[in-house]
T-cell receptor, first 115, second 112 residues
Framework: EADIYQTPRYLVIGTGKKITLECSQTMGHDKMYWYQQDPGMELHLIHYSYGVNSTEKGDLSSESTVSRIRTEHFPLTLESARPSHTSQYLC??????????????FGPGTRLLVL | LAKTTQPISMDSYEGQEVNITCSHNNIATNDYITWYQQFPSQGPRFIIQGYKTKVTNEVASLFIPADRKSSTLSLPRVSLSDTAVYYCLVGDKGTGRRALTFGSGTRLQVQP
């Protein structure tokens, strides 16, 4: 089972601040993902990556950006946080190459509250 | 965007078998169907995955008909610790951006 870490677990921040949510995995998985999940709601894919220097937007439009400079690291950045960004952000990785088999390993999530 | 449909909630008692069905009419040809379990304040956890027919592992079975437009997760002899939200995940056959569609989730409540 993959070890995947997210920091911080909880973040309360004021409007207009720049934030970076960290995600790291230690299993050498090429595919990584970011999801957004509001309380009691389904997960929505906002970003994914095939590997180093590869990033794509998911089906849910998001003002956040991501980078993938190292295989194990996939940080998500919000340049100017707004209350509408309040949500839970989940990072995941998958060992399978290509697409189709989505056995994803999820981190514990970051709960973001923007005041 | 593909739409997957699951029952919003289900109730069961310990020791019973629970079947949760997910409808996914627009599943991509090469994509598998994957089910996840999520507890409050945690990320989803992989349960089982299949492409067609039947798959079984130590915790669940997955039934997929020939047309692959639906799938049924079967949990044998549930316990209180199986109380959670269950999601199905499929890829979308649409063009353009890669779409991974989680179902809306089924809240399973297991009673003693």
């Amino acid at each position: 089972e993959a070890d995947i870490y997210q920091t911080p677990r909880y973040l309360v921040i004021g409007t207009g601040k720049k934030i970076t949510l960290e995600c790291s995995q230690t299993m050498g998985h090429d595919k990584m993902y970011w999801y957004q999940q509001d309380p009691g709601m389904e997960l929505h894919l906002i970003h994914y990556s095939y590997g180093v220097n590869s990033t794509e937007k998911g089906d849910l439009s998001s003002e956040s950006t991501v980078s993938r400079i190292r295989t194990e690291h996939f940080p998500l950045t919000l340049e100017s946080a707004r209350p509408s960004h309040t949500s839970q952000y989940l990072c995941a990785s998958s060992p399978q190459p290509g697409w189709g088999q989505e056995t994803q390993y999820f981190g514990p999530g970051t709960r973001l509250l923007v005041l | 965007l593909a739409k997957t449909t699951q029952p919003i909630s289900m109730d069961s008692y310990e020791g019973q078998e629970v079947n949760i069905t997910c409808s996914h009419n627009n599943i991509a040809t090469n994509d598998y169907i994957t089910w996840y379990q999520q507890f409050p304040s945690q990320g989803p956890r992989f349960i089982i995955q299949g492409y067609k027919t039947k798959v079984t592992n130590e915790v669940a079975s997955l039934f997929i008909p020939a047309d692959r437009k639906s799938s049924t997760l079967s949990l044998p002899r549930v316990s209180l610790s199986d109380t959670a939200v269950y999601y199905c995940l499929v890829g979308d056959k649409g063009t353009g951006r890669r779409a991974l569609t989680f179902g809306s989730g089924t809240r399973l409540q297991v009673q003693p």
